[in-house]
């Protein structure tokens, strides 16, 4: 009879293991989180080596109110969504909320709004969004600058690991234009200000785009958590004063 309960109470916890009971993440003291520091100035990595900007910073004060560390892991920017679950806790890394990254995780509230912006060189006479058909475009891979370029009729797009890279190759002449993110085009752009140029991607049609941070699609306790501890930071000027402190607006 014993040996009988026993097996019961294994069977049972195994299931509990493998099924819907899995545990949420605010039972753990440290929560990991996951960045792509190529993204100035929402993350980059500083003089330390560390990864540091407004993302970083603000998912501190998220943790901090909710009585949490965090670990910050840099990695790809492409492989953030699969790994939420597995590798990381959570995601931030000016992610964008779109239908098909809803169907693998859980956004929080939006946190910031943004626009994808075209990085040209000065003298370049694309001004339209018919003027990028046909034309050699660098994003970085599996953001949403990379899904617009790909819907250009006739484009060439390169893929890079960072946003960076792909600007290299547009002062190189290997490519017509970036897109990319506002503020990343704008911290970019600044360093080759002689030669290059950032245009509002409204110009072209592209559409705000809401970043989130990313969890996993059943733990509604800690979206719960994060969502209280985002207006927090909201209602005491924590989080105007990040944004004063990174984006400077
Ligand atoms: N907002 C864009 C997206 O969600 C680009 C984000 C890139 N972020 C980064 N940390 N590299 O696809």
Same mark, same amino acid.
């Given at each position: ?75 790809? +920017?492409? $492989?953030?969504? @699969? ?5 990381? *806790?959570? &995601?931030?890394? !000016? ?92 911290? +970019?752009? $600044?360093?080759? @200000? ?5 245009? *509002?991607? &409204?110009?072209? !049609? ?44």
């Amino acid at each position: 009879l014993f040996a009988i309960g026993l097996c019961v109470v294994m069977c049972v916890s195994l299931l509990a293991g493998c099924g819907g009971g899995k545990k949420s993440v605010m039972e753990k003291d440290t929560i990991i989180v996951g960045t792509n520091a190529e993204f100035p100035p929402f993350e980059y990595v500083d003089d330390a080596g560390e990864p540091d900007g407004f993302d970083i910073a603000l998912i501190k004060a998220v943790a901090d109110r909710m009585g949490k560390k965090v670990d910050v892991q840099n990695m790809e +920017f492409d $492989s953030l969504v @699969s790994s939420i679950g597995s590798k990381i *806790d959570l &995601a931030i890394a !000016g992610m964008t909320v779109t239908p098909e990254r809803e169907q693998t995780v859980l956004f929080s509230n939006s946190y910031y709004t943004a626009v994808q912006y075209v990085i040209l060189p000065k003298d370049s006479e694309i001004a339209s969004y018919d003027d990028l058909k046909d034309k050699r475009i660098g994003v970085q891979m599996g953001t949403t600058g990379d899904f617009d370029a790909s819907d250009v009729a006739g484009s060439t797009v390169s893929r890079y690991n960072k946003g960076v890279d792909a600007v290299n190759d547009l002062l190189n002449g290997r490519l017509d234009c970036v897109i990319i993110d506002k503020n990343p085009a704008e911290a +970019f752009v $600044s360093m080759h @200000s002689d030669e290059l140029t950032a245009v *509002d991607g &409204a110009q072209f !049609g592209f559409e705000e785009e809401a970043y989130a941070i990313a969890m996993p699609k059943v733990d509604a306790e800690l979206a719960n958590a994060i969502n209280e501890a985002l207006d927090a930071l909201k209602s005491d000027g924590t989080y105007d004063g990040l944004v004063q402190q990174y984006i400077g607006e």
